[in-house]
């Protein structure tokens, strides 16, 4: 199984027509994503090849959905067009929007998150990467040649690098679903939304968390851990050389104290019961050793 994103998900591609979303969206074809429309208002009614296939373009979210039945929109929209096209998609009832636009004020951010929440419909980042169910669909810009087998590992991440490389590194064992929830300082879908997803899909027998330093996300996640996720955890913290006081990354992340930092953070998961790494390479090793375990004990 998956969450979020299965092979029965239909897409449909805010911003298909410019440069990054004609690339992406022929990466995701290619991944067997079911991309059936772009939207763009100025091109409604065009068609645009893509290889084997050819995907129509609407008008609108609205317009997409009556004709296709769509149930996923992946927004490429530049940063001043990324609060519109959210409302767009919320007001045409999808249940998922994908928003890889980085660069997006907060104030936007904050708007659009909580009209799509108020409207049922879940938003992935922005400033993220999207998610993959390997095997069976690709909704965003994660490189589906690192992990192309499905396998019992779930994975949420703020940091888009950081996915790629714990997914190349697990790549022998593979992922139920890997979710880049973006690193912004509003983002829609947290670190919480994929546990409680995870806890609850049967094929997932290991989540992934990585994290970065800044906010508290991180510690929320490990309270929640110890109150309800009954699967092993392994965790990553990425930043404990940040210097203290400094704006860090994408994320905007300031570390004031102790408030926020890597080892804050660190010390939380770890009196949840979560294996944290200090490096990728280590975490891969701590998944494969939980694995390890979990076969042990279900084959006695």
Known sequence: MAIFLTKESTVLVQGMTGGE??????RMLAAGTEIVGGVNPRKAGQVVDFDDRT????????EGMAATGADVTVIFVPPPFAKAAVIEAADAGIGLAVVITE?????????FQAY????????IGPNCPGLISPGQSNAGIIPADIATKPGRIGLVSKSGTLTYQL???????GFSSAVGIGGDPVVGTTHIDCLAAF????????????GEIGGDAEE???AYIGEHITKPVVGYIAGFTAPEGKTMGHAGAIVSGSSGTARAKKEALEAAGVSVGSTPSETAALVLAQLDAVSEVTHN
């Open 199 to 210: 806890q609850d899909d049967p094929d997932t027998e290991l989540i992934v968390l990585i």
């Open 103 to 111: 660069g997006i004020p907060v104030h936007d951010a904050v708007v």
């Open 220 to 222: 929320r996640a490990a």
């Open 116 to 123: 799509a929440k108020n409207k049922g419909t879940r938003v």
């Open 167 to 173: 997914m190349h590194e697990l790549r022998d064992i």
């Open 55 to 62: 995907v129509p373009v609407f008008g609108s979210v609205a």
């Open 21 to 26: 979303g004609m690339k992406h969206t022929r």
